[in-house]
């Protein structure tokens, strides 16, 4: 992906967040001048990877296979000074723009569609060698309702509600044509994206950037060693 094309998306992102009244802390909108002053104290971003994660998953197209998070919160799977069991993200998603299959080995997370279009998210369970199970139906637990649905379904998650993917549960989603951008939020246990991520089809995970210009906000995975 090219720097300029990331600084449009966040741009534009920012735009949207605001719109939609949701506010967010400080780190997130530092420039790469700001990291350069901040030292130890501040770490715990460096460490867990918060802040801002934009991907075209390896596609070209980020408009059409693409997700942009902002992690806010997140504890550690291999540090022990990071205590917090739990994380939280911001998601948006467009029109049509996909997040290809995938599940997590540990990671389990509620989907909350925040504001916006509606989100579609098609689910299947997954096979003890991690390919796609096409025979068992699947358990779906949205805002405290579980019901069973076919493999392959999808389910429509509507402004104010919810899904829980559990741990070993395939699943692909993007905005319903027509509705409009999304607003999600993402409450889940530890993430950590290097490690914890199963891909039904291979993908890359973070892009190489293209520096066409110089960045906005640096990514979560860009950050500078402390100053002190």
């Not at 917090?84 to 723009?97: F, S, T």
């Not at 309702?145 to 998650?157: F, M, S």
């Not at 559990?166 to 993007?174: D, E, I, L, S």
Request: net charge negative; with cysteine.
């Amino acid at each position: 992906m090219k720097r300029s094309e990331i600084n449009a998306i966040m741009r534009e992102a920012e735009e949207f967040i605001a719109g939609m009244k949701f506010q967010m802390p400080p780190f997130v909108f530092w420039t790469p001048e700001d990291w350069a002053t901040k030292g130890k104290a501040y770490d715990e971003i460096r460490d867990n990877m918060l802040g801002w994660d934009i991907t075209d998953f390896g596609s070209g197209d980020y408009e059409k296979i693409g997700l942009l998070m902002i992690t806010l919160r997140n504890g550690n799977f291999n540090d022990k000074k990071y205590i917090k069991p739990y994380a939280e993200k911001l998601l948006i998603v467009k029109e049509g723009q996909i997040t290809p299959f995938h599940f997590h080995w540990s990671k389990m997370e509620d989907i909350i569609n925040r504001g916006g279009g509606n989100l579609m998210v098609q689910v299947y369970n997954s096979t003890p060698d991690e390919q796609l199970d096409l025979v068992n139906p699947v358990t779906v637990r949205t805002d405290g309702y579980e019901h069973q649905v076919e493999p392959g379904a999808v389910i429509r998650i509507e402004p104010g509600q919810s899904i829980s993917l559990p741990n070993g549960q395939y699943h692909k989603f993007w905005g319903e044509e027509g509705t409009g951008m999304i607003l999600l939020g993402e409450v889940s246990k530890v993430n950590d994206d290097r490690v914890d991520n199963r891909f039904y089809e291979e993908v890359g995970r973070f892009p190489d950037i293209d520096e066409d210009e110089a960045p906005l906000h640096l990514l979560g995975n860009e950050y500078p060693v402390a100053c002190d």
